[in-house]
């Protein structure tokens, strides 16, 4: 059974920083590939970062390059965001995510990943 369980969010003000973790358990994940998510009120969720578990070639959103980084620790099958510069638009529910596939064209499509985690809310506050 594949688990991803958040954690690390809260309020922050604006300006200030969070790290999420993600940790994954259930089975191997070496071939595969990780990311971050997210999406406000009355939105779609939007992709964020990503990263694969081999390698650990990293690719962000426009709207976080230089501000966010995605990293991974293989011995505690964990991924991380740390989310710098934040911003109140970066409010929303951040998700973690699995795509089985590490090399896709499309790696910002929901579609592409088959396991997701519950989500941990991140607020920025003015």
């Known amino acids: 059974q594949v688990q991803l369980v958040e954690s690390g969010g809260g309020l922050v003000q604006a300006g200030g920083s969070l790290r999420l973790s993600c940790v994954v358990s259930?089975?191997?994940?070496?071939?595969?590939?990780m990311g971050w998510f997210r999406q406000a009120p009355g939105k779609e969720r939007e992709f964020v970062a990503r990263?694969?578990?081999?390698?650990?070639?990293?690719y962000y959103a426009d709207s976080v390059k230089g501000r966010f980084t995605i990293s991974r620790d293989n011995a505690k099958n964990t991924v991380y965001l740390q989310m710098n510069s934040l911003k109140p638009e970066d409010t929303a529910v951040y998700y973690c995510?699995?795509?089985?596939?590490?090399?896709?064209?499309?790696?910002?499509?929901?579609?592409?990943?088959?396991?997701w985690g519950q989500g941990t809310q991140v607020t920025v506050s003015t």
């Open positions: 995510a699995a795509d089985s596939v590490a090399y896709r064209r499309d790696i910002s499509s929901t579609s592409g990943y088959g396991y």
């Open positions: 259930g089975r191997t994940f070496s071939n595969y590939a």
């Open positions: 990263i694969r578990w081999s390698g650990g070639n990293t």
